[in-house]
């Protein structure tokens, strides 16, 4: 239902989430994993990003990848890392690795 009223006013692309636990802020829904990833994306239109968002980090961010998402949200994957330089750039390492393309 969710997803059908978002898709209803075509936008420019769709979130989803929380994939998993967040400690950054309280949350009504129950994660959805990674398998609500892939069933989102197999219900949205190729031409439209699908974002992930709640609880990614560098360890299971390419499970979200591969599942479909093509971009992640994320704050305490970054911000919460004793040398949030370092993180950022693993963070584009992970990008800009063409393993996950």
């Given amino acids: 239902e969710e997803l059908a009223k978002g898709l209803?006013?075509?936008?420019?692309y769709i979130s989803t989430g929380p994939v998993f636990h967040t400690n950054?802020?309280?949350i009504k829904y129950i994660p959805n994993g990674v398998a609500g990833i892939a069933s989102w994306r197999e219900l949205i239109d190729p031409s439209i990003p699908l974002i992930a968002i709640?609880?990614?980090?560098?360890?299971n961010a390419r499970d979200c990848i591969e599942a479909?998402?093509?971009s992640l949200a994320v704050?305490?994957?970054?911000?919460?890392?004793?040398?949030?330089?370092?993180?950022?750039?693993?963070?584009?390492?992970l990008w800009t690795n063409d393993d996950h393309k």
């Fill in 8 to 12: 209803a006013i075509r936008p420019s």
């Fill in 24 to 26: 950054s802020k309280e």
């Fill in 54 to 59: 709640g609880g990614i980090s560098l360890e």
């Fill in 68 to 70: 479909g998402a093509v």
């Fill in 75 to 93: 704050i305490s994957a970054v911000t919460q890392q004793d040398d949030v330089v370092q993180a950022l750039k693993d963070w584009d390492q």
